[in-house]
Nanobody, 119 residues
């Protein structure tokens, strides 16, 4: 499955952004999907994931209460709504597809989108 994230940008602390991820190739609805991020000089960090039909979501502690993941299988699209953004959320955000969402590891991912939060 091919994935392409978009929607990043520059936002002030406390603001919001909505990222999108367009999928193509293997059947999107066959995979759990989610997001991870990587800041300069830091390790990759799991953000959250959503089940095949969108009924279950899991989040990293850093994302709980602020970020919401959703998906539209009819449009082969994944979303990440980010509210109350903080400077420490600055990173490149990637969307991924996984055979097991609880592993918090993605088997496929594409190019990311830069999110910069200014203080």
């Amino acid at each position: 499955v091919q994935l392409q994230a978009s929607g990043g940008g520059l936002v002030q602390a406390g603001g919001s952004l909505r990222l999108s991820c367009a999928a193509s190739g293997r059947t999107f609805s066959n995979y759990a999907t989610g997001w991870f991020r990587q800041a300069p000089g830091k390790e990759r960090e799991f953000v959250g994931a959503i089940s095949l039909n969108g009924g279950i979501t899991i989040y990293a502690d850093s994302a709980k209460g602020r970020f919401t993941i959703s998906r539209d299988n009819a449009k082969n699209t994944l979303y990440l709504q980010m509210n109350s953004l903080k400077p420490e959320d600055t990173a490149v955000y990637y969307c991924g597809a996984s055979r097991n969402m609880y592993s918090r590891v993605f088997d496929y991912w594409g190019q990311g989108t830069q999110v910069t939060v200014s203080s």
